[in-house]
């Protein structure tokens, strides 16, 4: 099939080779590991930190953020630095329910200001925790429709101040781009055939917004992403249903 006949609607079936249980132990490590270089080309995370994340900072020097479906932690990472760098203190809990990100987030050198820790978002909300900001990346496409108006009700839940999921935008060029560009990242890991893949699980523009409550806003976030944004209108938090 050709890419420009498969995107013509979400792929709902198809499941990713480093999502399953028996995949390659050494291909997986290699992935998380060559995360950051696409999440640094792609993901535009530094401009998301300076446009929304530094702003809330420089209020009171200090905040709490999650980060769900953490993967390899490079991002959870990357926010910490920045903040850091900028003089405040972002403290960041990254989660992730697979044991095997759990474990390589955990066995690279620590950053100050982030931890790990495996769960799922709703075993938070069940212990009452709360952030400043809730945030995620590349992870709405994995989920089917329960789990996706889980994660966000968890968020809406969690987030005291604003909550930002980050994920792919569906389309014919995204996908040729990264099929060409990154495909040296894809010898011994699962980047380029995953990656593609989740362009094709992944939302369009119009297709994120039909599936959102009004409490969301579905937005382009650069080129080759949507950002599902969620704010609390108080500087305090909700109260929770």
Known sequence: MSPWGSLRERDLYSIEDMDGPDCDPLLLNRTYARFP????????WRSSYKRRLRPLLSETGRATLLDIGSGGGDVARSLARWARQ???VLDVTAIDPDPRANAFATGLRAVEGVSYRQAHSSE???????FDVVISNHILHHLDARQFAGVLRDSELLAGRVALHNDLARSNVSYLLFMAGFWPLGWGSYIVKDGLLSIRRSYT???????????????????????LVHE??????????
């Open 37 to 44: 270089v696409v999440n640094r080309l792609l993901s535009r």
């Open 86 to 88: 900028d003089g405040f």
């Open 124 to 130: 938070l909300v069940a212990e009452g925790a709360a």
């Open 205 to 227: 523009l119009p297709e994120l917004r039909s599936a959102i409550s009004p409490e969301w806003r579905a937005e382009r976030n650069g080129p080759w992403h949507n950002m």
């Open 232 to 241: 609390h209108s108080g500087s305090g938090k909700r109260e929770r249903a």
